[in-house]
């Protein structure tokens, strides 16, 4: 019989989840352990004890979950998520020398890693950095996230829940992974506060407080253990309890759909800026300009940016440096500066990063065209010839100014020189397009001569690109 100690755990652990998650999960461990459907699930006590499964069969079913010529998980995942579940100690099991994981194992592990706090994850988590007890280096902590965004990213793919992103329409991942990875990494604190930095971070040993420590710190990570679990194993993935940092962890791509481009954004980059904007705005993404697409022209710039509610700003360099701010209200062609403490500047390469707010000064934004008395341009932070981000009405040149840092958002130097040369620029709408935007006519419907010369000029197919992206009932997938 199963000790009272073992049962009362177990049972503790199986109460957390709803009835038809339990039954969900059982489900999962059935077919990782190749056991008959129902036996796990109605014959209870007896598939606690007998039911189990090995490494192989888990990289078996792994393979075979759907007939697919590719994984769910990348394989080392797959491998860290079985030592997880195989660190789990149960009373009168030595922990760690079997290869089998037992159904109580699987739950106790599913129940941590989903529902629990971070003192109940760590354990788990420090297995999956390492199979070996005792501190980790810092190098192992990066392997480990740099693996587990990789699989966010590769199994949000493969279950077609990119939201109309996908790895075609994106820029490539591997340095966006390598990015996000740094990013987080940054967040690591030893006991006496201090932040080691690379590469002395590589070689630093952290013990499991510390690790701990930054788990409870950083959400990123717990976040993505809930997706590599859920859309890994297809447990849990569509019932009601996930919550909005999973749910809009990506958000839904519009106005990218049949054009062709390639986003200056990659996934790992969109999930970190987009878990920074204001939760109401996360769940989309909606393209209103692209110099790809709507030639370089500052006009056209504004044209196209102006009046359609809060908007993220991205640029490159000629350096290869990408770049941007948050604006938190709608652009609007004034001398003045505009928007509020929501406002914020990033980088996405060489570095991911976000700045914020500092309380020095009210400069979050400035777009101002067609005036001989001030600055014609697209500012965020700083002050007037001193700005934290610049895009000068002049299309092509920019600033990015702070020495040592923006007054703003306490940002450095966001482009390879101070005085930059643009490469390419996209704006994005983020959340709901005002109503006051929707349902404005192109300028190719109000004026039909227009219409008439760019025809005669072979420009139809050019002018079509110039309307706005407004599709509001038609998904990107």
Same mark, same amino acid.
């Given at each position: +019989?199963?000790? %009272?100690?073992?049962?009362?755990?177990?049972?503790?652990?199986?109460? @957390?989840?709803?009835?038809?998650?339990? &039954?969900?999960?059982?489900?999962?461990?059935?077919?990782?352990?190749?056991?008959?459907?129902?036996?796990?699930?109605?014959?209870?006590?007896?598939?606690?004890?007998?039911?189990?499964?090995?490494?192989?069969?888990?990289?078996?079913?792994?393979?075979?979950?759907?007939?697919?010529?590719?994984?769910?998980?990348?394989?080392?995942?797959?491998? @860290?998520?079985?030592?997880?579940?195989?660190?789990?100690?149960?009373?009168? +099991?030595?922990?760690?020398?079997?290869?089998?994981?037992?159904?109580?194992?699987?739950?106790?592990?599913?129940?941590?890693?989903?529902?629990?706090?971070?003192?109940?994850?760590?354990?788990?988590?420090? @297995?999956?950095?390492?199979?070996?007890? $005792?501190?980790?280096?810092?190098?192992?902590? =990066?392997?480990?996230?740099?693996?587990?965004?990789?699989?966010?990213?590769?199994?949000?793919?493969? !279950?077609?829940?990119?939201?109309?992103?996908?790895?075609?329409?994106?820029?490539?991942?591997?340095? $966006?992974?390598?990015?996000?990875?740094?990013?987080?990494?940054?967040?690591?604190?030893?006991?006496? $506060?201090?932040?080691?930095?690379?590469?002395?971070?590589?070689?630093?040993? /952290?013990?499991?407080?510390?690790?701990?420590?930054?788990?409870? !710190?950083?959400?990123?990570?717990?976040?993505?253990?809930?997706?590599?679990? !859920?859309?890994?194993?297809?447990?849990?993935?569509?019932?009601?309890?996930?919550?909005?940092?999973?749910?809009?962890?990506?958000?839904?791509?519009?106005?990218?759909?049949?054009?062709?481009?390639?986003?200056?954004?990659?996934?790992?980059?969109?999930?970190?800026?987009?878990?920074?904007?204001?939760?109401?705005?996360?769940?989309?993404?909606?393209?209103?300009?692209?110099?790809?697409?709507?030639?370089?022209?500052?006009?056209?710039?504004?044209?196209?940016?102006?009046?359609?509610?809060?908007?993220?700003?991205?640029?490159?360099?000629?350096?290869?440096?990408?770049?941007?701010? /948050?604006?938190?209200?709608?652009?609007?062609? +004034?001398?003045?500066? =505009?928007?509020? %403490?929501?406002?914020?500047?990033?980088?996405?390469?060489?570095?991911?990063?976000?700045?914020?707010?500092?309380?020095?000064?009210?400069?979050?934004?400035?777009? %101002?065209?067609?005036?001989?008395?001030?600055?014609?341009?697209?500012?965020?932070?700083?002050?007037?010839?001193? /700005?934290?981000?610049?895009?000068?009405?002049?299309?092509?040149?920019?600033?990015?100014?702070?020495?040592?840092?923006?007054?703003?958002? %306490? &940002?450095?130097?966001?482009?390879?020189?101070?005085?930059?040369?643009?490469?390419?620029?996209?704006?994005?709408?983020?959340?709901?397009?005002?109503?006051?935007?929707?349902?404005?006519?192109?300028?190719?419907?109000?004026?039909?001569?227009?219409?008439?010369?760019?025809?005669?000029?072979? +420009?139809?197919?050019? &002018?079509?690109?110039?309307?706005?992206?407004?599709?509001?009932?038609?998904?990107?997938?």
């Amino acid at each position: +019989k199963m000790g %009272n100690a073992e049962s009362n755990a177990y049972q503790n652990h199986l109460s @957390r989840f709803l009835p038809e998650e339990q &039954s969900d999960i059982d489900g999962v461990f059935d077919t990782l352990s190749g056991s008959s459907g129902s036996a796990g699930a109605k014959n209870a006590k007896a598939a606690k004890k007998t039911l189990f499964f090995t490494y192989k069969m888990c990289s078996l079913l792994f393979l075979s979950l759907q007939a697919h010529t590719r994984e769910p998980l990348p394989e080392q995942m797959t491998v @860290r998520l079985y030592n997880g579940m195989k660190s789990i100690d149960l009373p009168g +099991k030595s922990s760690g020398l079997s290869e089998q994981v037992a159904k109580e194992q699987f739950v106790i592990f599913m129940s941590n890693l989903l529902k629990g706090n971070a003192d109940e994850k760590i354990t788990i988590i420090m @297995r999956m950095i390492s199979k070996t007890e $005792g501190p980790v280096k810092g190098k192992q902590i =990066q392997e480990f996230t740099e693996d587990l965004i990789t699989s966010v990213v590769h199994v949000l793919s493969y !279950r077609k829940e990119l939201k109309g992103w996908n790895l075609e329409n994106t820029r490539d991942s591997a340095s $966006g992974v390598k990015a996000l990875a740094a990013q987080l990494l940054s967040e690591l604190k030893l006991p006496d $506060g201090a932040k080691p930095v690379s590469p002395q971070l590589l070689e630093t040993s /952290f013990d499991q407080r510390v690790v701990e420590d930054w788990v409870y !710190r950083v959400p990123q990570i717990s976040v993505f253990l809930s997706v590599v679990i !859920r859309q890994g194993l297809h447990v849990l993935h569509s019932l009601p309890d996930q919550t909005n940092d999973i749910l809009n962890l990506v958000p839904r791509c519009k106005g990218m759909k049949g054009r062709g481009l390639v986003s200056l954004f990659d996934i790992p980059s969109i999930i970190y800026i987009n878990s920074h904007l204001p939760a109401e705005l996360q769940h989309k993404w909606q393209l209103l300009f692209s110099s790809r697409l709507h030639g370089e022209s500052f006009s056209q710039l504004c044209g196209h940016i102006v009046n359609k509610g809060p908007c993220i700003v991205i640029l490159r360099d000629l350096d290869g440096y990408l770049f941007g701010g /948050f604006a938190s209200h709608s652009w609007e062609v +004034k001398p003045q500066f =505009q928007g509020d %403490n929501r406002c914020f500047l990033f980088s996405v390469f060489p570095s991911l990063a976000v700045y914020t707010y500092t309380g020095y000064n009210d400069h979050f934004m400035y777009l %101002n065209h067609g005036q001989q008395t001030m600055p014609n341009g697209l500012g965020m932070g700083g002050q007037h010839g001193y /700005f934290g981000l610049w895009i000068d009405s002049d299309y092509g040149k920019g600033h990015s100014k702070a020495k040592p840092r923006c007054t703003t958002y %306490n &940002s450095p130097q966001l482009s390879a020189q101070e005085e930059f040369t643009l490469d390419a620029m996209e704006v994005w709408a983020v959340g709901d397009i005002p109503e006051s935007a929707k349902g404005k006519k192109s300028i190719l419907d109000v004026d039909p001569e227009a219409q008439a010369l760019l025809e005669m000029a072979g +420009k139809t197919r050019q &002018s079509e690109g110039l309307r706005e992206p407004i599709e509001e009932d038609e998904e990107d997938e």
